[in-house]
């Protein structure tokens, strides 16, 4: 069974930087499109950003120049900086394999002001 296992989430002060990291067992990342998303209590679940097989990524506009999501392939690994975090920044970080619609367990973010 494919498992997604996030790790790196914490509390933190508003302008501090935390990584996220999303590790895939049974399961090659190199070939399928990774994202994280993150949901606040009562709220929706949003895409912060996408890292592509092909190399491409893409942000949500509010993280945009202050997240940055990476992949190392042959460690079956997603990462997320976030710099300049905000108390809005506040949620629970899920990793996400889009093709075959795997799930990490999720992993909380505070951001204290």
């Known amino acids: 069974q494919v498992q997604l296992v996030e790790s790196g989430g914490g509390s933190v002060q508003a302008g501090e930087s935390l990584r996220l990291s999303c590790t895939a067992s049974?399961?090659?990342?190199?070939?399928?499109?990774m994202a994280w998303y993150r949901q606040a209590p009562g709220k929706s679940r949003d895409l912060v950003a996408v890292?592509?097989?092909?190399?491409?990524?893409d942000y949500g506009d509010s993280v945009k120049g202050r997240f940055t999501i990476s992949r190392d392939n042959d460690k079956n690994t997603v990462y997320l900086e976030m710099n300049d975090l905000k108390p809005e920044d506040t949620a629970v970080y899920y990793c996400?394999?889009?093709?075959?619609?795997?799930w990490g367990q999720g992993i909380q973010v505070t951001v204290s002001p």
């Open positions: 890292s592509r097989r092909d190399g491409r990524t």
């Open positions: 049974r399961s090659e990342i190199r070939i399928t499109d």
């Open positions: 996400n394999d889009r093709f075959r619609a795997y």
